[in-house]
Every structure is written in C-alpha cells, then in structure tokens.
C-alpha cells in the first residue's frame, strides 16, 4: 500500500504537496473548489486518500469548475487498482472489459467514474504512418494519466487534501487564455485518435474557446483521417454537437474546416450552394440553442437529427421525378456513412416525411401516433427560426385538409456558387 499523504498545512498557501508521487513535477495552483464539487466525490477521494491512495478529481469536472461552469459528472482517477477501490466502496461495480474502471453508486442514480491512473501506449515504430491508438489500457501514474489526456484543459488533476490544482500539461495558462490546445503535436495527436478532432470542437464551441491557430492548422490537415474513426462514435460526437448548447457555432466550425465535406457532404454541398440570404438552417440551429439553454436540458435527439437534415433533404427531393425515393436515398446515404442507429434513422424518416402535412394542417391519424410531440417541436424550432409563434402556423389540428402544403419554404431558385469561407475562429 502506499504511504499515507501528510496532512497539508492549514491556512498557507502550499509551496509543494508533499504527495509520494514520483515522475515529472507539475505546476501547482492553490485553488479551493471542494465547496463546488459534488459531495459524493468528494467521499470518494477522502476514502481513497485515507487509504494511502492518491486520488484526484479529473478531466471535465475540473475544467468546468475552473471556467466557471456545472460540470456534467465528476471523475476521480486514483493509483488504487479497479478491485481495490472495488473492495473499498460496497456500493461499486466494475464496469469495462478492455479498460477497468469502477462506477461509485450513491442515490438517484449518481455515479462517481473512478479509474486507475493509466499511460499511452508505447508506439510501434514499424509503423509509424498508424498512428491510431488501438490498446490504451496499460496502468500508470498520475502524470503518465494526465500525459495521455487530449487536451491541456482536460488534463489537471485537482488534489482536495491540499485543495490545489496539479498541472503537467500547461493546461491552467490554456484555460487563462481560453484555449483549446492538444497535449503535444496536434497532428500526432489527431492521427491517434481522429475523433479529438471533433472533440476539440465541442470544446470550442461548449465553452466559447479559441482554437490555437497550430491546432486548427492541424485539424484542417488531418480532416480526411476521420473517415477512419469507429462509425458510432463519430454519430455519437455529432450528437454531442447537437446538444451541447452551441450547436451553431460547432457546426460552423465542422463547415469552416472542412469536416462537413468528410462526414455530411450533403449538408456542406447544400451549405455551399446557399444565396447569402439564405440562412435557415443557422438559424434552426440559433433555435436549437435557445431551446437547449431555456430549459437546461438538450432536446430529443430525433428532433435534433431531423433539424438538421431537413433543409439540405428537401432541396435534394426539388425537382426528383419520385420524391419519395429520391429522400430515401438521401437518407440512407447518411444512415449507412455514420452508421446512424435505427431507433434514430426511422423516427427521423418518418417525422421527415410527415412535416409537410403537419403544416399544412394535415396532421391527421399522426397525431396519434408517439412521433407527434417531436414532430410539433421540430414545427416550433422553425417557427421560431422564421420569427413567427407556433400558433400562426399550426392550424387548429384536426381541421379538414388543406391546399397541399409546398413543404416548409417555397422552393427558392439556387444559385450554385462556393461562399467564401471566413477566417479561422
Ligand atoms: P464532458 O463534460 O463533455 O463529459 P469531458 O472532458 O468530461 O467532457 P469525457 O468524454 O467525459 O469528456 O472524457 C473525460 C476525460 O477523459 C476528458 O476530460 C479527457 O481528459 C479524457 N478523454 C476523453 N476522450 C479522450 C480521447 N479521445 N483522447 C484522450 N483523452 C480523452
Ligand atoms: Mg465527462
């Protein structure tokens, strides 16, 4: 077991904890969060380190706190091994099978993620052109745990006994300055791990950061290397985009750099082809935003996919001889490149399909059915995105059918020419 932590001086400002840690110093920032951290992590750590544990509060948890944000969960990563915190907390369970981790459980469902320090990968130089990280479950210490991190803003390690933040990685300057910057070479860092891409634009566009101009170089570079992350995973982040409460500014950055042509060319080609004028589906994801902030809370993920996919689908049935078809396939392109799971794929088709109708008043057997409520959202989003109230749009429901609706905008004549792409942000 390992020696117990001294105790830190009471009141001072700590020149050094005395932890047993061994490795690289960090730099030290005597900060007092314990008030702000959940008070079941905070057991978690006290029990960890009363043990003779090292124990830290890591990742989001901590960046968030020191941005002056909710953090969505609390993570604590400790030296102790998977069955010994295990052992320790009876009301845990190991969890994972390729990495261990132990989830604390206390009420109302709260887990409290805890998970043995761990390192990167040695690298096989045969192959130095596969970056790509395939086996990262290897046990480490607390700064090999922060090293292999993404970025520097999700890499300090908060010691509550000493109430000071630990900092390996240059990450305290990178949240002074509000930036998001890889640990190490961004290109390296990218190619291991294509999905940071993408991650880094959550950050950015979650907290209102800048992107450093060498990560964002790096990031237009290694674009093309995300056709080769897992599928779910790439749906699942631009889920994340879509309810992170910037949508518009995520996907701006996806556009700007290219990565819409990777992962959405549908949506890039229809942005592309845009009058200036035109700025419906910005503002549906402005909506989005509104919506997501007013109630604390991010909105269905169906209402979310099918906003987003709405415009480009109808431009892309304009003129098909069997619209039907012609939105199938548009579709199912989509469904196949991303790998978007069917109990999202089929609401969003169906809920597609029907939204003509539903303006027009033609909600008929549909109401009825459990796609209704999304439906009426999605109505409220444009709505709203056109500066009307649902109510001048939605006819009472039920009423007897109307002309034929033109769908949500009446077709508009495109003129086919690349908007200028703004500066990096
Ligand atoms: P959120 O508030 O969205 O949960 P987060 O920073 O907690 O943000 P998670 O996806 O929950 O993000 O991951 C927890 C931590 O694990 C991150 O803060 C980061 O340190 C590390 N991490 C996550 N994904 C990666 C990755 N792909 N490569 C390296 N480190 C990662
Ligand atoms: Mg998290």
Excluded at 32 to 53: F, T
Excluded at 365 to 386: G, H, N
Aim: glycine share 6%; net charge neutral.
């Amino acid at each position: 077991m390992p020696p117990q932590e001294p105790e830190a001086p009471s009141g001072g400002v700590l020149e050094s904890p005395s932890a047993p840690r061994s490795g690289p110093e960090p730099t030290i920032y005597p900060i007092d969060l314990e008030e702000q951290i959940d008070p079941d992590a905070v057991k978690v750590m006290r029990r960890l380190v009363k043990q003779g544990y090292e124990a830290y509060l890591v990742g989001g948890g901590v960046r968030d706190l020191l941005v002056g944000s909710t953090p969505k969960d609390f993570d604590v990563a400790t030296n102790a091994r998977p069955d010994d915190v295990r052992r320790l907390f009876r009301n845990s369970r190991i969890i994972g099978r390729r990495f261990r981790l132990v989830h604390v459980l206390f009420g109302g469902g709260k887990v409290i993620e805890t998970a043995t320090f761990r390192r990167a990968p040695q690298q096989d130089d045969s192959d130095s052109d596969d970056l790509l990280i395939r086996n990262d479950n290897v046990f480490g210490e607390a700064h090999q745990d922060a090293a292999r991190r993404d970025f520097t803003i999700n890499a300090l390690f908060y010691d509550l006994e000493h109430h000071v933040v630990l900092d390996w990685v240059g990450g305290m300057p990178d949240i002074e300055r509000r930036t998001v910057h890889t640990i190490g070479d961004p290109s390296v860092r990218f190619r291991e791990d294509p999905v940071r891409i993408l991650r880094a634009i959550k950050f950015s566009a979650r907290l209102d950061f800048g992107i450093s101009p060498e990560v964002y170089d790096a990031m237009v570079e290694c674009r093309a290397t995300l056709a080769r992350a897992a599928k779910p995973r790439l749906f699942d982040e631009l889920l994340k985009l879509l309810r992170c409460g910037a949508a518009h500014r995520a996907f701006w950055l996806l556009w700007e750099i290219g990565l819409l042509d990777v992962l959405l060319p549908e949506l890039s080609t229809f942005l592309a082809d845009q009058p200036d004028h035109e700025d419906t589906l910005w503002r549906l994801l402005d909506e989005i935003d509104r919506m997501t902030r007013e109630r604390g809370a991010p909105l269905d993920e169906v209402v979310l996919v099918a906003v987003l996919l709405a415009e480009p689908l109808k431009e892309a049935c304009q003129g098909a001889r069997d619209r039907v078809e012609a939105a199938y396939r548009f579709l199912e392109n989509i469904v196949d490149r991303l790998n978007m799971p069917r109990r999202i794929a089929e609401p969003v088709r169906r809920v597609i399909a029907i939204l003509p109708r539903l303006e027009g008043g033609r909600a008929g057997r549909f109401q009825r059915t459990s796609l209704y409520p999304a439906a009426l959202e999605i109505a409220t989003l444009y709505a709203r995105a056109r500066g009307e109230e649902l109510a001048d749009i939605e006819p009472p429901l039920g009423e007897p059918a109307g002309a034929p609706s033109e769908g949500f905008a009446p077709a508009k004549r495109r003129r086919r020419r690349r908007k200028p792409r703004p500066e990096p942000a």
